[in-house]
Structures are given as C-alpha cells and as structure tokens.
C-alpha cells in the first residue's frame, strides 16, 4: 500500500491555492459525460452531492434514512467554528489551524487543517446566504460564542440546534438540484459493497430497505460520505442506525482504514438506566459553564439523596485537580476523570456509573430564571429521560461515545488509497489527529463537501481516473453476487440469538477494553472475546424473515456482522499504538499525575491498515505526521 | 497524585427497573401497501418506567423473536428529538399524549401498570403505509424540491455579515425552521393537511431577507406541490400545531395564506 499524502508545496498558507491552481479541470461540458455517487447524505454528503450537481456533474445520491434531511448530522448541538474575527479578539486562520492541531494531540496533517481553517469563513458566508438562522446581536450582525479548548469566540449557533440548520441548509440546495434532475436522490437504500475495476472504484452495490431489492449502480467516482463507527460500542450519541459497513466495506476492497482507535468520548451524557437503553443522549458541554461536577467524598454516601450531603463530604474533583480549568477541563481529561471516581466505587446512579453537574451554586448566585433562561431546553430534556427536576437535584451525567476522529484514509484530494474513491467528514481520518475540538465537526463535513471536493475530483476525472462501466458488466455482478450470498447467509442461519444481543454483548467488550482507558492485557482479552463472540454469531444467529422485504433484522444482522470484524481491528491499532494521545489512553502510558504520555519519537504518525484477506491479520503501514508550522507540545490544562 | 488502573468500565446491566410495568398493546400490522392490514394484540411484562417508548418496541421485538413472530416495523434513528424519522400514533395521538414531545423521547413512566396501548402508523394518504407502522414520507421532499430553497450556488455568497438582520426577525424564521419534518401535523389533521409544515417550511426562508427575491414563486410552488401531492385542505383546526413536537404556531400558517394571497394578486395583474 502507497501512502502518498499529494501535500502541495510552498508554505503552509498557500499551499491551498497553488494546488486549487495546478489542479486539472474538467470543462463544463465534459462535466455533465460523468456521473459520481454520493453516499450519505450529512454536511458532507448533502453539501457535495449538491455542489457537484451545480458544477453540472450527474449525481446519484444515497442514504438509509426515508429523506436526506435526517442524517445525524442534525443531531448537533453546539455550534460551527469560523476564523472571522468578527470579534476582534485576536481569531485568525493561523490561530483556528494551530488550536485545531494541537487540540488534536497532534496527530492530524497539517495541510489538511491549515486548509480547513481557510475555508471555515466560506462555510458560514454560504450558509447565511443558504437562510441558515445563525444567532444574531440586537444590531443584527452574526452572534459568537466560545467553546472548548479555545479562548477566542469564534463558534457560530443556531440556538442549540446549530446542526439541524446546517443540514437543512445542505438539504435544501440539495433539493433544489433534485428538483432539476441533476441529483438523483435514493432513499432507504444502503450501501453493502463497492465495486472496482482494475483498481478503480466504479460503483456501489445497495440493498433497497423498503423492498429489498439488490441492485449494482456503477459511476465515473464514489464518494463516502457515511460518518463514523461509534454504534461499534453500540450505546452511543449516535443514532440508532449510524454504522460502519460502507467504510468497513472499502476497506476490504483495499482503502486504508486510519488510526480506527481514536474514538471521542463526551463528559457529559445521561448516564445508562438499565439493559433497556439503546442510546445515549448527549447534553451539551455548555452545561460545565454554570454546573459543578462532584461526587461524593465517602462511597457509604453514595445512595444518599445528594442535597443531604454536606459540602465537606463532597469532592469536586475536576476544581481538585485541575485548578486553573476546573470544570471545563477539556472532554477526554473530563471523561476520564469521571471513570476514575466511578471505579473508585463513588459513583452514584445506577450501577453507580454516574457523578453530579450541581447547579444550584449558579441557581443561588444568578436566579433560576437565569439558569432556565440560557439551559432550559436542556433542563427539560433531562427531566423527560429520568424524570428528575435538575433545579431542585444535581443532574447525573457519565462519558459516553461520541464521535469517531479516525476514518478512512485519504490524501491531500481527499482520495483513499482506492483511485476513485473518496471519503468526506467523519467518514476520514484526516483532521482531528487524536482528538476532536467542540464546533469542529460541522466546520469539517461542510469543508469537504461545499469546498474541498469541487475543486480536487477534477484531478481524478480530467486524469486517468474517469470513465465508467455498466451495472451489468461482470464486476459488478461479481459484487453483486456476493453481496446476495451475505445476505442469504444472514437470513438462512439457523440460531437462536438476536442480531441485537450480540451487538450489545460487543459493545460491553468495547467499552470496557477500548473505553476510556485502555492496557495491553485488556486488548489481548478484547481481540480473543470478539473472535469468540464472531463464531458464536455465525452459528448461533437469528434472523426472521427474508431478504424480500423491509427486515429491520436483517439490516441489523448485516451491520452488527461489519462491527464484529471492525472492533477487532480498532482494538489492534489500540494495541499497536503503544502510547497515549487525545482520546486513546494507554494506561501504561501516564505521566506520575495520571495524565496522558505522548510519544512523539515513535508515534508521530498515522497508522494505517490494509485489509489482507479473510482471517488474516491485516497489515499497519505509516504515514509519517510532519509539523513544520505548530511546535510539538504537551498539552496541559492544569 | 495518584495513578489509576481501569477496574472496570461497564454500564450497569441487570439493573432491573423497581416497578416493572405489564402493557397490553394493540399494534397495527400490514406486511406492505397493498395488505388491507390490522391489529394484532401482543402482552409484554418487565417493562422499565426508564426506558422510551421505542424501546419497549425494541423489547417487544426481542420477545417476538424468541415466540417465533415477525418484530414490528417501526421509523427511528437518533433517538434523541431531533432526526424527525420516528412517528407511531400512541392511543389516538400522534407522537402519543405528552405535549411538545416525539415518540423517541416519550418515556414509559407516562403509562401505568396494566395499561392497554393502541399503536397505529400515521395514518393520511399522501403517506401511505410501507410495513406495519412504517410510512412513506417522501411528499415533504417534493414539496421542499418546488421551492423550499434559496437559490444560491456555492461560493457565491457575500460576506456573512454584509446583510444585517434583525434579531426578532431571525429569531422569527428560527421558530419556523425549527420544525423537525415528522408529519405528526398531517397525522393529526382530520383533513391531513400539510400546511403547517409547508408553511413552517415557506414561512423560515420568507421571514428572511435572503429569501425575499424568490418568495412569491417560492409560495405558489410549494402550496401546488403540496395539492398535488394529495394532501387535505386546511381548515383552521389547529390539531397540528397542538401535536407538533416542536411547537411550531398556527401564525405561520396565516402568514403562508397572505403571503400565498398576495403572490397570486400579483400574478393575476402583471
């Protein structure tokens, strides 16, 4: 496997316009001869199906949800970052880049994220423009707010609901070339595997969810725009059918899957209530400004009602240990303190997986009026899930899986190592290194799609790359073929046990060897459990039905086998990456303190696996992180 | 300070709930769109005043599964209020009897021990019925594809803060924009009438600025797509705006009925 990162040259400020300068273009008469397949249908997804389809490219549009506007990018709460400087506190692109790399652990591209902090200003002119309803001051000019691990303002918002108007925005440009029959658009399908010709990714083959019908699509490109894998621990913030197959399943066609053990997990979720709970729900970060964490000083005072603990039998351990930050010490320093005072038997809530956000210091200093005034939408989501009144009770909060920084690797165009292929947002690995900054997420799925990918696709299709071949052709009936065995596999296996009971059973092993923190010992133990728990699927699975019709089993089936294969591989790169950075914690890598050990000597790199046959351990190739412009640094926060 | 080594991470399983609920649920089943369908009764024990909604279905599929019986098809993604993908008429109601609340985020503590629930998809032509409580909702797509939009290419916009907007006039279209595309406001409209979201729809672009340049064209197009796409006619009942999760106001649909008035004056005198 190549690694060739195409990174342009010249300084880092203008590398982005030499290579938008020396990159091909394809006329716009050519343009409307190619065809490209887009799926997903998030920011990255939605924005670029749209952008090419007004480029005059032909797109057809894929997703699993019943309208494009669904996809979990609108689950986002917080906000979108953009070096505008609207507030004049010393933001710049230098700034937003340098914040980016080393809020990343430093270990993202560097290109990659000087480019993206270019283009955040774009995203925002193109989404005010789009009606995107952004929070404005009184003289009508665009609101800012800070977030997490930055000291300027710099985050744009749409009340808490940032995401859901961005993805309207994407979805409504996108349904206006719908409208022009320049994107076709294919909802409730899923795409199980991707078609490649000597090399060259030319097509995909979906599985219609509403009638079950198979069918081979081929293109001049592939586009994966499909989010991340954090459903492989199966309870998390993402939504319910988020999954890895379309990633999982270019890998195996020979795309490099990067650095898969870099998962992000968030401080502050609802903690789980019992075996019923299928997901986990976030409540925004912006709760630490106000809200104390504690938990308290004496396991015995565990069952107590928290409000008849006295604040001397309190321990208010992020204040403790991280003076200078207290509260809002970044998420994964958050996440695993919280973890330590868990396992220390002080935890409180079920299973004694849980600590308290206390509001009612902020309540007696600001008014509850205040606090519902800025917090109330939160305040009352929190009441519908536990049926507690979080003015009158601490809130109970644990750390939950949240996003997905590695993904698919891709170079400088965005390409994988599979020519024709590309992979946009959560879906690569490319800018978020080891650990993923608030209000960043958003910023990159829009880069990619509105920015990035209209001006590098031409590179492939004015090159070598274009061309395509037909649906009928003998590849892909080939993939085709297959994909019809692995679904008859699935619904002809005669087993007992629900798809749903060995996802949960995987994601038990995930959570407790590739959690929060993990050891060598435990990856050892979690590789040789999920092989077990693969066996165990293939002979003992249930699914009822049959592949004809809308089978929620059977797509269950289908991405629950994906994971089992996945979680073995995100817990050997866990195991290879024999140090701790961002949100990989390697517990034998810490400083006196407990705090996270980097080492750069040896892991300043991207590790990345290719796929090499059935059984077989795959192969971990490198691509060597250079920082030429940020100074390699340990990041503290005390 | 001190190190730590992980004791263990899990979440808490076996945690059983102090009151499990027994529920007798009467569930629409229909194997595709041409099934005439119907109900089924089905018992289920053991179930947590914590868990949603949507995960007693989960819990009575499982329990299907193990009886040999085909799980229930149900609409749901994130699970969290906001995707709109989840819908289910919960005894009578659309997204059931809590107010300002989608089904994903209706909790079982809101039923009793001993209760009978009747679950039905949501029921209007323009959505017709895929598989027991899985609807077809493509109509809002085609209605957002005649002119939900502002035309604007990528790359071609000034500056974000060239255009100074009022606070309550944003603040206005975010009330409209809120709106989560469910179609409870169809499902609960004897008349299934998709005004209020069309109107949440149209209303969002037309209160701004940017959108003015196509409202006129914009109202015409969605409202005709709208007719055509088989929905009711609005008769001021204002079921919609009761059941919808996100509280979107009638006012907007006598905003879409001027605006609407007002772009076919025009057309019929130019």
Same mark, same amino acid.
Request: aromatic share 8%; charged share 25%; glycine share 10%.
């Given at each position: 496997?190549?690694?060739?990162?195409?990174?342009?040259?010249?300084?880092?400020?203008?590398?982005?316009?030499?290579?938008?300068?020396?990159?091909?273009?394809?006329?716009?008469?050519?343009?409307?001869?190619?065809?490209?397949?887009?799926?997903?249908?998030?920011?990255?997804?939605?924005?670029?199906?749209?952008?090419?389809?007004?480029?005059?490219?032909?797109?057809?549009?894929?997703?699993?949800?019943?309208?494009?506007?669904?996809?979990?990018?609108?689950?986002?709460?917080?906000?979108?970052?953009?070096?505008?400087?609207?507030?004049?506190?010393?933001?710049?692109?230098?700034?937003?880049?340098?914040?980016?790399?080393?809020?990343?652990?430093?270990?993202?591209?560097?290109?990659?994220?000087?480019?993206?902090?270019?283009?955040?200003?774009?995203?925002?002119?193109?989404? *005010?423009?789009?009606?995107?309803?952004?929070?404005?001051?009184?003289?009508?000019?665009?609101?800012?707010?800070?977030?997490?691990?930055?000291?300027?303002?710099?985050?744009?918002?749409?009340?808490?609901?940032?995401?859901?108007?961005?993805?309207?925005?994407?979805?409504?440009?996108?349904?206006?070339?719908?409208?022009?029959?320049?994107?076709?658009?294919?909802?409730?399908?899923?795409?199980?595997?991707? *078609?490649?010709?000597?090399?060259?990714?030319?097509?995909?083959?979906?599985?219609?969810?509403?009638?079950?019908?198979?069918?081979?699509?081929?293109?001049?490109?592939?586009?994966?725009?499909?989010?991340?894998?954090?459903?492989?621990?199966?309870?998390?913030?993402?939504?319910?059918?988020?999954?890895?197959?379309?990633?999982?399943?270019?890998?195996?066609?020979?795309?490099?899957?990067?650095?898969?053990?870099?998962?992000?997990?968030?401080?502050?979720?609802?903690?789980?209530?019992?075996?019923?709970?299928?997901?986990?729900?976030?409540?925004?970060?912006?709760?630490?400004?106000?809200?104390?964490?504690?938990?308290?000083?004496?396991?015995?005072?565990?069952?107590?009602?928290?409000?008849?603990?006295?604040?001397?039998?309190?321990?208010?351990?992020?204040?403790?240990?991280?003076?200078?930050?207290?509260?809002?010490?970044?998420?994964?320093?958050?996440?695993?303190?919280?973890?330590?005072?868990?396992?220390?038997?002080?935890?409180?809530?079920?299973?004694?997986?849980?600590?308290?956000?206390?509001?009612?210091?902020?309540?007696?200093?600001?008014?509850?009026?205040?606090?519902? @005034?800025?917090?109330?939408?939160?305040?009352?989501?929190?009441?519908?899930?536990?049926? @507690?009144?979080?003015?009158?009770?601490?809130?109970?909060?644990?750390?939950?899986?949240?996003?997905?920084?590695?993904?698919?690797?891709?170079?400088?165009?965005?390409?994988?190592?599979?020519?024709?292929?590309?992979?946009?947002?959560?879906?690569?690995?490319?800018?978020?290194?080891?650990?993923?900054?608030?209000?960043?997420?958003?910023?990159?799925?829009?880069?990619?799609?509105?920015?990035?990918?209209?001006?590098?696709?031409?590179?492939?299709?004015?090159?070598?790359?274009?061309?395509?071949?037909?649906?009928?052709?003998?590849?892909?009936?080939?993939?085709?073929?297959?994909?019809?065995?692995?679904?008859?596999?699935?619904?002809?296996?005669?087993?007992?046990?629900?798809?749903?009971?060995?996802?949960?059973?995987?994601?038990?092993?995930?959570?407790?060897?590739?959690?929060?923190?993990?050891?060598?010992?435990?990856?050892?133990?979690?590789?040789?459990?999920?092989?077990?728990?693969?066996?165990?699927?293939?002979?003992?699975?249930?699914?009822?039905?049959?592949?004809?019709?809308?089978?929620?089993?059977?797509?269950?089936?289908?991405?629950?086998?994906?994971?089992?294969?996945?979680?073995?591989?995100?817990?050997?790169?866990?195991?290879?990456?024999?140090?701790?950075?961002?949100?990989?914690?390697?517990?034998?890598?810490?400083?006196?303190?407990?705090?996270?050990?980097?080492?750069?000597?040896?892991?300043?790199?991207?590790?990345?696996?290719?796929?090499?046959?059935?059984?077989?351990?795959?192969?971990?190739?490198?691509?060597?992180?250079?920082?030429?412009?940020?100074?390699?640094?340990?990041?503290?926060?005390? | 300070?001190?190190?730590?080594?992980?004791?263990?991470?899990?979440?808490?399983?076996?945690?059983?709930?102090?009151?499990?609920?027994?529920?007798?649920?009467?569930?629409?089943?229909?194997?595709?769109?041409?099934?005439?369908?119907?109900?089924?009764?089905?018992?289920?024990?053991?179930?947590?005043?914590?868990?949603?909604?949507?995960?007693?279905?989960?819990?009575?599929?499982?329990?299907?599964?193990?009886?040999?019986?085909?799980?229930?098809?149900?609409?749901?993604?994130?699970? @969290?209020?906001?995707?709109?993908?989840?819908?289910?008429?919960?005894?009578?109601?659309?997204?059931?009897? @809590?107010?300002?609340?989608?089904?994903?985020?209706?909790?079982?503590?809101?039923?009793?021990?001993?209760?009978?629930?009747?679950?039905?998809?949501?029921?209007?032509?323009?959505?017709?019925?895929?598989?027991?409580?899985?609807?077809?909702?493509?109509?809002?797509?085609?209605?957002?594809?005649?002119?939900?939009?502002?035309?604007?290419?990528?790359?071609?916009?000034?500056?974000?803060?060239?255009?100074?907007?009022?606070?309550?006039?944003?603040?206005?279209?975010?009330?409209?924009?809120?709106?989560?595309?469910?179609?409870?406001?169809?499902?609960?409209?004897?008349?299934?009438?998709?005004?209020?979201?069309?109107?949440?729809?149209?209303?969002?672009?037309?209160?701004?600025?940017?959108?003015?340049?196509?409202?006129?064209?914009?109202?015409?197009?969605?409202?005709?797509?709208?007719?055509?796409?088989?929905?009711?006619?609005?008769?001021?009942?204002?079921?919609?705006?009761?059941?919808?999760?996100?509280?979107?106001?009638?006012?907007?649909?006598?905003?879409?009925?001027?605006?609407?008035?007002?772009?076919?004056?025009?057309?019929?005198?130019?």
């Amino acid at each position: 496997m190549i690694l060739d990162s195409k990174i342009p040259d010249g300084p880092i400020s203008e590398k982005w316009d030499n290579h938008r300068f020396s990159s091909k273009l394809v006329n716009p008469a050519n343009k409307r001869k190619y065809r490209i397949i887009v799926v997903g249908s998030g920011l990255a997804g939605g924005a670029a199906a749209a952008t090419l389809g007004e480029l005059g490219y032909n797109i057809d549009c894929f997703c699993y949800q019943d309208t494009p506007r669904r996809a979990h990018s609108i689950a986002a709460q917080g906000g979108i970052n953009a070096a505008k400087n609207y507030q004049n506190d010393g933001d710049s692109i230098h700034r937003l880049f340098y914040d980016t790399v080393k809020g990343g652990d430093f270990r993202s591209r560097e290109a990659n994220v000087h480019r993206l902090a270019q283009v955040s200003v774009n995203i925002i002119d193109q989404c *005010v423009a789009q009606g995107v309803p952004f929070a404005r001051e009184y003289g009508g000019l665009l609101a800012n707010r800070s977030f997490g691990g930055a000291q300027v303002s710099r985050t744009f918002y749409a009340r808490g609901q940032t995401g859901q108007q961005l993805l309207i925005g994407a979805y409504s440009a996108l349904s206006r070339q719908v409208a022009t029959g320049q994107v076709k658009m294919h909802t409730r399908q899923e795409m199980l595997d991707l *078609v490649t010709v000597d090399g060259h990714a030319k097509g995909i083959v979906t599985r219609n969810l509403a009638n079950g019908e198979i069918k081979a699509w081929t293109a001049d490109a592939v586009l994966l725009c499909t989010g991340g894998y954090g459903n492989v621990y199966y309870l998390s913030t993402n939504a319910v059918g988020c999954n890895v197959t379309a990633a999982y399943r270019a890998y195996r066609r020979g795309a490099g899957f990067a650095n898969p053990c870099y998962t992000q997990i968030h401080p502050t979720c609802i903690p789980v209530s019992g075996d019923h709970q299928s997901k986990l729900t976030l409540m925004s970060e912006s709760l630490r400004n106000d809200g104390r964490v504690w938990v308290p000083r004496d396991e015995r005072d565990c069952p107590k009602n928290p409000n008849d603990i006295t604040e001397e039998a309190r321990d208010y351990y992020l204040e403790r240990k991280y003076p200078s930050f207290g509260n809002l010490a970044p998420r994964d320093i958050s996440s695993r303190s919280a973890k330590e005072a868990c396992d220390d038997g002080r935890g409180v809530g079920p299973g004694g997986r849980g600590v308290y956000l206390d509001f009612s210091d902020a309540i007696s200093r600001l008014g509850e009026d205040t606090i519902r @005034e800025r917090y109330g939408n939160l305040f009352q989501m929190y009441e519908r899930i536990t049926g @507690e009144n979080a003015y009158q009770r601490p809130m109970r909060i644990y750390p939950a899986i949240h996003y997905t920084m590695g993904g698919l690797w891709v170079d400088y165009n965005l390409m994988t190592t599979v020519p024709g292929c590309f992979a946009l947002g959560e879906a690569n690995f490319s800018d978020h290194g080891a650990n993923r900054l608030g209000a960043s997420a958003l910023m990159q799925g829009l880069s990619d799609g509105y920015f990035v990918i209209p001006n590098t696709i031409g590179n492939y299709m004015a090159g070598t790359g274009g061309g395509s071949v037909s649906p009928d052709g003998p590849e892909a009936k080939e993939v085709l073929d297959s994909v019809r065995q692995r679904v008859d596999q699935l619904t002809s296996c005669e087993g007992r046990r629900s798809s749903r009971s060995y996802h949960k059973q995987l994601g038990q092993i995930m959570w407790e060897y590739a959690g929060m923190a993990r050891n060598e010992v435990g990856l050892k133990k979690a590789i040789g459990e999920i092989q077990n728990l693969r066996e165990d699927f293939q002979k003992n699975l249930h699914v009822p039905g049959s592949g004809d019709n809308l089978n929620a089993e059977l797509e269950r089936a289908g991405r629950v086998r994906d994971f089992l294969d996945f979680g073995e591989l995100l817990c050997r790169d866990a195991l290879e990456r024999n140090e701790s950075c961002g949100g990989h914690f390697r517990e034998e890598h810490q400083t006196e303190d407990g705090e996270a050990k980097r080492d750069d000597e040896n892991f300043a790199h991207a590790a990345v696996w290719e796929f090499k046959g059935e059984g077989e351990i795959p192969e971990r190739h490198v691509e060597e992180m250079d920082f030429e412009n940020v100074k390699l640094a340990v990041r503290s926060y005390k | 300070m001190r190190r730590w080594i992980s004791r263990t991470s899990s979440w808490p399983s076996g945690v059983t709930s102090d009151f499990p609920m027994k529920l007798t649920l009467k569930i629409w089943r229909q194997s595709e769109e041409k099934d005439s369908g119907r109900f089924e009764t089905h018992r289920i024990d053991g179930v947590s005043e914590d868990s949603s909604f949507l995960e007693m279905l989960d819990q009575l599929n499982e329990q299907l599964l193990e009886e040999g019986v085909e799980p229930v098809a149900f609409d749901h993604d994130c699970r @969290e209020g906001i995707c709109g993908m989840c819908s289910l008429t919960i005894n009578g109601f659309a997204h059931g009897p @809590e107010n300002s609340t989608t089904t994903c985020q209706l909790h079982m503590r809101k039923f009793k021990d001993g209760d009978t629930i009747t679950i039905e998809p949501f029921r209007a032509r323009a959505f017709p019925v895929l598989r027991d409580l899985v609807v077809d909702r493509s109509a809002f797509d085609k209605i957002i594809q005649a002119g939900g939009f502002i035309s604007v290419r990528t790359g071609s916009a000034p500056d974000g803060n060239a255009l100074p907007i009022p606070k309550d006039e944003s603040d206005q279209a975010m009330d409209a924009a809120a709106c989560i595309g469910c179609g409870a406001c169809v499902a609960s409209c004897k008349n299934a009438s998709a005004m209020l979201f069309t109107a949440a729809k149209a209303g969002h672009l037309n209160l701004l600025p940017q959108g003015k340049a196509e409202q006129e064209k914009r109202v015409l197009d969605m409202v005709s797509a709208m007719d055509n796409a088989g929905f009711g006619n609005c008769r001021n009942y204002g079921e919609c705006s009761a059941s919808c999760p996100k509280d979107i106001s009638l006012d907007f649909i006598a905003k879409l009925n001027r605006d609407h008035a007002k772009a076919k004056l025009k057309k019929l005198f130019s």
